[in-house]
Each structure stands twice: as C-alpha cells, then as structure tokens.
Nanobody
Framework: QVQLVESGGGLVQAGGSLRLSCAAS????????MAWFRQAPGKEREFVAA????????YCIDSVKGRFAISRDNAENTVYLQMNVLKPEDTAVYYC?????????????????WGQGTQVTVSS
C-alpha cells in the first residue's frame, strides 16, 4: 500500500504561482511513475502531467506547457507540480497518483494509488 498526501493548494490571483507537493509513504517510491490529475466542478478528471521513475522524462498536456513543471525527489519520496502564470481555468482539485506501469500514463485507470486531493482556486 502507498499513501499519498498532497499539499500546497490555495487561492491565488491570475498570473500567480503555486507549488504542489505530494509525499508518498512507500519505501519503493522510485518504482512508481507519478502523475498529477485535476478535476474541476462538473467535469471529468483530467490528466495534467506525469514523470518517469527516475525523473528523467516528463510529459504534460498542451494547456499547461510552459507554465507547469513536474519534478520528483526520490530521496524524499516526494513529487512536485510547480504552477506558474495560473489562469482561472486551472481552478480544480489536484490529485497526485502513482502507477507501477509506465504506459498509457494519461489514463487515470492505469494508476494504483491516489491522494485525497488539494484545492487550487485561481481568481480573475
């Protein structure tokens, strides 16, 4: 079992920045592909970004490219999402997820463990 705990969400004005963190309980953290998803009210959960086990490769959706960056620290069992130039449409609950498989990383069903989520609200 892996427990994931997100932190760092909050209320920010458009153009501002936030850094989300996700701390994992597992001693085998480096065995997992890690990702961030988000879910806005009335919408389905959406993939945002993923990072490989070593941290050497990452991928994110077009709408956040150049603004968001995913990173990880395997020594600290933590994955991060740095969010810059935030827009009101980024408002959502952000979830951290962990997967043993390293394919179809944009698909929520591929992920074995999920955090409880952290709210990000961007005001205009």
């Amino acid at each position: 079992q892996v427990q994931l705990v997100e932190s760092g969400g909050g209320l920010v004005q458009a153009g501002g920045s936030l850094r989300l963190s996700c701390a994992a309980s597992s001693r085998t953290f480096s065995s997992y592909v890690m990702a961030w998803f988000r879910q806005a009210p009335g919408k389905e959960r959406e993939f945002v970004a993923a990072i490989s086990r070593s941290g050497g490769t990452s991928y994110c959706i077009d709408s956040v490219k150049g603004r968001f960056a995913i990173s990880r620290d395997n020594a600290e069992n933590t994955v991060y999402l740095q969010m810059n130039v935030l827009k009101p449409e980024d408002t959502a609950v952000y979830y951290c997820a962990a997967a043993l498989r390293d394919y179809d990383v944009v698909v929520a069903a591929q992920y074995d463990y999920w955090g409880q989520g952290t709210q990000v609200t961007v005001s205009s």
